[in-house]
Structure formats: C-alpha cells, structure tokens
Nanobody, 119 residues
Framework: QVQLVESGGGLVQAGGSLRLSCAASGSIFSIKTMGWYRQAPGKQRELVATITSDDSTNYVDSVKGRFTISRDNAKNTVSLQMNSLNPEDTAVYYC?????????????WGQGTQVTVSS
C-alpha cells in the first residue's frame, strides 16, 4: 500500500509563486519516477513535470523556465516550484509516482490539489 500526500495548492495572483510538495509513504520499493500532472475543467490530464531516480527532468513546454521539479530520495518526496504563474496554470495538480518491484511497474496518483491563478 502506497499513499501520496500533496500540499501547497492555493490561490495566487498572476505573476505569483506556489510550491507544491508530495510525500510518498507505505510500502516503498524502488521509485523510478516522481512528478506532477494537471487537469483543468473540460480538458484532459497533462504532464507538467517529472523527475527520475537519476535526476533527469522533463517539462511540458508551457512551464519551461517557470517551474522547477525536485525530489528528496531520503524522504520520498517531490516538489514543484511554480513561478510566474498565469491563469492558464489554473488546474488540479496531481502527484505521480512510478515504482518498480520485481520487474513490475506500479503507478500511483495523489488525490489532487487545486491551484488557482487569478488575473
């Protein structure tokens, strides 16, 4: 059993910043990838940023240069620093973990945290 607990969402004005954090707990084996996805009303869920166990990162083009993803392997946490936010960043943000055990992959999702950016 793995649980993902998210924090840091909220309301911010355009140009402001927020920092999202996610902590994984429970039966942790080998976490290969941690990251964040987001979903706005009426739209499909999209990748925001991911970070692998060797610190390789991936970002959606729209957030490059504004968002920074990081992880703390000792604490099994991942964070997303979001700067220069704009209204198009408004969405529910979901923490994501890819874990592997005995050559089997397991995907876990957090419950989501609302990020609202006002114009």
């Amino acid at each position: 059993q793995v649980q993902l607990v998210e924090s840091g969402g909220g309301l911010v004005q355009a140009g402001g910043s927020l920092r999202l954090s996610c902590a994984a707990s429970g039966s942790i084996f080998s976490i290969k990838t941690m990251g964040w996805y987001r979903q706005a009303p009426g739209k499909q869920r999209e990748l925001v940023a991911t970070i692998t166990s060797d610190d390789s990162t991936n970002y959606v083009d729209s957030v490059k240069g504004r968002f920074t993803i990081s992880r703390d392997n000792a604490k099994n946490t991942v964070s997303l620093q979001m700067n220069s936010l704009n209204p198009e960043d408004t969405a529910v943000y979901y923490c994501y973990v890819l874990m592997r055990r005995l050559a089997i992959s397991y995907n876990y999702w957090g419950q989501g945290t609302q990020v609202t950016v006002s114009s």
